[in-house]
């Protein structure tokens, strides 16, 4: 039984802080009204993320989904660890007895039945079954990837320990050679989480609550979205060869004669017998939209160089150029010694990596791409879509980037965790710009143990997005408890570890506090700030706007002598709720409150150190149950099923008029609609 114990083990540290009765404990906030002073410079830094790269296929590589129907077990919500103590993954989980559920992956599984799994609290299991061919065994190596699964979570192969995973929306992976029966059956079985503390990212506490069926336990949290749980994307078998190419990492520069610059950087990894394996040469070679090779180099025994690109094709973001989104294909092509004498050197690897060339950088007063200054304008945004919650969805993924591009956006945010893999890779398609951010959403409670998880969160996001062109400043946190005591060290240590890993971008965070009181921006690159006047404050009143935001944004600009951004703004609006003259909660007044934006954002573009509007939301989503959310957040521009309301026309023409005005960008012809020959000459 040595083996339970340390399965046990591992998963009770992926659980900090978990009970003897497996339930979370609830943070006294009572408690931190006076903060200890913690020091973090003892505070272990992550251990850096290795691998992990997309899996595609190739010459070299196999590569099969795991998506579809799988079978899911909830555990007992007040015995969460009951299926560790039984050995569920041991045997197949019908043989607990207990209901199986059908669930697809990827998928939230909280809306996809009838009953109470909507709101369960602590673990689930899932569990299917697969083939692996048998001409996957010898010279390769089997891998097993899941792209994210919220929050934490623990993977067999045949009742056997693969691995373990914390902190959601982000990947993870195991080779699982030696686990699988090539030819056979196989089983997986997966230990899903969805309990959070004061410890993890984001926080949340549980607390037991006396019901009319008795005590359950109850999941608080502090953000504003639901906190869906399964998993969330997609699940993949791929095949390596014995020795292979790892990781990469690419970074980019375009002088301003034209030309392109790459540095590239490649990582190995071999299993016992692949390290015994000599590559004799690396074949790399950039290869433009039409195959073409642009440029080419050949190392051997260096697995790092520089590629030049003359007359290279930039990567624009969108409407700022009449072809954005420019990518090219990087091949990375491994190769060994022939076996025999005179033989020619055979293929042992291939990998591709799309690549944007483009070059960002910053200064006090601005964001420039390729020397352009730039004025961000788009959304703050969730993966949040009716029945599969937060799962990936292709469909959805593709109407959420149409309608990013009929409205004239050209950047969002990724409020307030990291998105899909695939999203980024049609970010990167598009031109479409991203303010990168991490899972740390109303951070309080500062201590080292929090940091270290914050700390992780942002590595692994780093880690996976830092060859995304599109990617152009990191969020380390959405509205943390910057104000409050400890705040000072804990986020000074964040930013300092943040920024030796940033991969060129500039750091940024959506801040809810006041200048004079927050603690965290003045270690930033770009100041964020997040301010709902005419809603949460001085509701109602559309007058009480410009002046307000003008005077804030300038004692943001004052006090730190950074960039500007507004991060949020926007107001709740009912669908088909009509009021005239305006009223809260109408869609005239979300059109009146969004004009009064306009009018203040164009008297701070003129300051120039001010460089971007987002509104918040891009589309209606799910919260969790309160008296203050009718069906869940309605400040979408959209709603939850991607219509526009009224304000989506009043906001194209807003973000059409700024890339008409900025880059000179054609304007759509369904832009204005015909109402006589005399407004339409003067439109």
Not at 45 to 53: D, M, N, V, W
Not at 64 to 86: C, F, K, N, T, Y
Not at 153 to 182: K, Y
Not at 186 to 192: D, G, P, S
């Given at each position: 039984?040595?083996?339970?114990?340390?399965?046990?083990?591992?998963?009770?540290?992926?659980?900090?802080?978990?009970?003897?009765d497996?339930?979370?404990p609830?943070p006294d906030l009572?408690?931190f009204?006076e903060?200890?002073?913690?020091?973090?410079?003892?505070v272990?830094?992550p251990k850096?993320?290795?691998?992990?790269?997309?899996p595609?296929?190739s010459?070299?590589r196999q590569?099969r989904?795991?998506?579809?129907?799988?079978?899911?077990v909830?555990s007992?919500?007040a015995?969460?660890?009951q299926g560790i103590?039984?050995?569920w993954?041991?045997?197949?989980?019908?043989?607990t007895?207990?209901?199986?559920?059908?669930m697809p992956?990827p998928?939230?599984y909280?809306?996809i039945?009838?009953?109470n799994l909507?709101?369960?609290?602590?673990t689930?299991?899932y569990?299917?079954?697969?083939?692996?061919?048998r001409?996957?065994?010898?010279?390769q190596?089997t891998?097993?990837?899941f792209?994210s699964?919220?929050?934490?979570a623990?993977?067999?192969?045949?009742?056997?320990n693969?691995?373990?995973?914390s902190?959601?929306?982000l990947?993870?992976e195991e080779?699982?050679?030696a686990?699988?029966s090539?030819?056979?059956?196989n089983?997986?079985?997966?230990?899903c989480d969805?309990?959070?503390?004061?410890r993890?990212?984001p926080?949340?506490?549980?607390h037991?609550?006396?019901t009319?069926?008795?005590?359950?336990?109850?999941?608080s949290y502090?953000f504003d979205?639901?906190n869906?749980a399964?998993?969330h994307?997609?699940v993949?078998?791929y095949?390596?060869?014995?020795?292979?190419i790892?990781?990469v990492?690419?970074t980019?520069?375009?002088s301003?004669?034209g030309?392109?610059r790459?540095?590239y950087?490649?990582?190995?990894?071999?299993?016992?017998d692949?390290l015994?394996?000599?590559p004799?040469?690396?074949?790399?070679?950039l290869?433009?939209r039409?195959g073409q090779?642009a440029?080419?180099?050949?190392?051997?025994?260096?697995?790092h160089g520089?590629l030049l690109?003359p007359?290279?094709?930039?990567?624009?973001p969108?409407?700022?150029?009449?072809?954005?989104?420019?990518l090219y294909?990087?091949q990375f092509e491994?190769?060994?010694?022939g076996q025999e004498?005179?033989?020619?050197?055979a293929?042992?690897?291939?990998?591709?990596?799309?690549?944007g060339i483009?070059?960002?950088?910053w200064?006090?007063d601005?964001?420039l791409?390729?020397?352009?200054p730039?004025y961000?304008?788009g959304?703050g945004r969730?993966?949040?879509?009716?029945?599969r919650?937060?799962g990936?969805?292709?469909a959805?993924?593709a109407?959420?980037?149409n309608l990013l591009?009929?409205i004239?956006?050209?950047?969002y945010r990724t409020?307030?965790?990291?998105?899909?893999?695939?999203?980024?890779?049609?970010?990167?398609?598009?031109?479409?710009m991203?303010?990168d951010?991490c899972?740390a959403v109303n951070?309080?409670?500062f201590?080292p143990?929090?940091?270290?998880?914050?700390?992780?969160?942002?590595?692994?996001?780093?880690?996976?997005d830092?060859n995304?062109?599109s990617?152009?400043?990191w969020?380390?946190?959405n509205?943390?408890?910057?104000?409050?005591?400890?705040?000072?060290?804990y986020?000074?240590?964040?930013?300092?570890?943040?920024r030796s890993?940033?991969h060129g971008?500039?750091l940024?965070?959506a801040?809810?506090?006041?200048?004079s009181t927050?603690h965290?921006?003045?270690?930033?690159?770009?100041?964020?700030?997040n301010r709902y006047n005419s809603?949460?404050q001085?509701?109602g009143?559309?007058?009480?706007?410009?002046?307000?935001?003008t005077?804030e944004?300038?004692s943001?600009?004052d006090t730190?002598?950074?960039?500007?951004i507004?991060?949020e703004?926007?107001?709740?609006?009912?669908?088909?709720?009509h009021?005239?003259p305006?009223?809260?909660?109408s869609?005239e007044?979300?059109?009146?409150l969004?004009s009064r934006h306009?009018k203040a954002f164009?008297v701070?573009?003129?300051?120039?150190w001010f460089?971007g509007e987002?509104?918040?939301?891009?589309?209606d989503?799910?919260?969790a149950?309160?008296?203050t959310r009718?069906?869940?957040?309605?400040?979408g521009?959209?709603?939850r099923s991607?219509?526009?309301?009224?304000?989506a026309?009043?906001l194209r023409?807003?973000?059409?008029?700024?890339a008409k005005?900025?880059?000179?960008?054609?304007?759509p012809?369904?832009?204005?609609?015909y109402?006589?020959?005399?407004?339409?000459?003067?439109?």
């Amino acid at each position: 039984m040595r083996w339970f114990w340390v399965l046990l083990l591992s998963y009770l540290q992926l659980l900090v802080s978990a009970t003897e009765d497996g339930f979370l404990p609830t943070p006294d906030l009572d408690e931190f009204k006076e903060y200890p002073l913690f020091e973090y410079d003892d505070v272990e830094r992550p251990k850096p993320t290795q691998g992990l790269l997309y899996p595609i296929e190739s010459e070299t590589r196999q590569l099969r989904s795991l998506d579809g129907m799988w079978r899911l077990v909830r555990s007992d919500p007040a015995d969460p660890l009951q299926g560790i103590r039984e050995n569920w993954f041991v045997d197949a989980l019908r043989k607990t007895g207990r209901e199986i559920i059908p669930m697809p992956v990827p998928a939230s599984y909280n809306d996809i039945t009838t009953d109470n799994l909507r709101d369960h609290v602590g673990t689930v299991w899932y569990e299917r079954t697969f083939f692996v061919p048998r001409s996957w065994e010898g010279n390769q190596r089997t891998w097993l990837r899941f792209s994210s699964v919220h929050y934490s979570a623990v993977v067999w192969i045949n009742g056997r320990n693969a691995t373990s995973h914390s902190l959601g929306h982000l990947p993870f992976e195991e080779e699982i050679s030696a686990l699988i029966s090539f030819g056979g059956e196989n089983r997986i079985t997966v230990m899903c989480d969805n309990r959070l503390s004061n410890r993890t990212v984001p926080q949340g506490s549980v607390h037991e609550t006396a019901t009319d069926d008795g005590n359950v336990p109850v999941q608080s949290y502090s953000f504003d979205f639901f906190n869906y749980a399964g998993i969330h994307r997609s699940v993949h078998l791929y095949t390596t060869p014995l020795l292979h190419i790892s990781d990469v990492e690419v970074t980019t520069q375009l002088s301003a004669e034209g030309m392109g610059r790459i540095d590239y950087r490649l990582w190995l990894d071999g299993s016992q017998d692949g390290l015994r394996i000599q590559p004799s040469h690396l074949l790399v070679q950039l290869r433009d939209r039409d195959g073409q090779v642009a440029a080419q180099q050949i190392n051997k025994a260096v697995y790092h160089g520089t590629l030049l690109v003359p007359e290279a094709s930039p990567w624009w973001p969108y409407l700022m150029h009449p072809d954005p989104g420019y990518l090219y294909d990087l091949q990375f092509e491994l190769f060994v010694a022939g076996q025999e004498e005179g033989a020619s050197d055979a293929l042992l690897d291939v990998y591709r990596l799309p690549v944007g060339i483009r070059s960002l950088s910053w200064s006090n007063d601005s964001l420039l791409l390729n020397g352009k200054p730039l004025y961000l304008r788009g959304f703050g945004r969730h993966e949040d879509s009716d029945i599969r919650g937060k799962g990936l969805d292709n469909a959805l993924l593709a109407r959420d980037f149409n309608l990013l591009k009929w409205i004239g956006a050209n950047a969002y945010r990724t409020s307030h965790y990291p998105y899909s893999e695939e999203s980024m890779q049609f970010a990167d398609q598009h031109g479409i710009m991203i303010i990168d951010e991490c899972s740390a959403v109303n951070i309080d409670i500062f201590e080292p143990q929090l940091l270290e998880q914050h700390m992780s969160s942002l590595e692994q996001l780093i880690h996976r997005d830092r060859n995304h062109p599109s990617v152009v400043a990191w969020s380390v946190a959405n509205e943390p408890r910057s104000t409050k005591q400890g705040a000072l060290k804990y986020f000074e240590s964040l930013v300092n570890y943040t920024r030796s890993i940033a991969h060129g971008r500039p750091l940024t965070a959506a801040i809810n506090a006041s200048p004079s009181t927050c603690h965290l921006t003045q270690f930033l690159d770009i100041v964020g700030f997040n301010r709902y006047n005419s809603w949460y404050q001085n509701s109602g009143r559309t007058d009480m706007i410009v002046n307000l935001l003008t005077t804030e944004a300038q004692s943001w600009r004052d006090t730190f002598m950074k960039p500007v951004i507004q991060f949020e703004y926007g107001g709740d609006t009912m669908e088909g709720m009509h009021s005239l003259p305006a009223f809260i909660w109408s869609e005239e007044y979300q059109v009146e409150l969004f004009s009064r934006h306009f009018k203040a954002f164009d008297v701070l573009r003129e300051r120039k150190w001010f460089i971007g509007e987002f509104v918040w939301n891009f589309a209606d989503f799910r919260t969790a149950q309160t008296i203050t959310r009718v069906g869940g957040n309605k400040k979408g521009v959209f709603t939850r099923s991607r219509q526009p309301k009224e304000v989506a026309h009043i906001l194209r023409w807003r973000y059409f008029a700024l890339a008409k005005e900025l880059d000179q960008c054609q304007l759509p012809e369904d832009l204005n609609v015909y109402i006589s020959k005399h407004i339409h000459n003067e439109l």
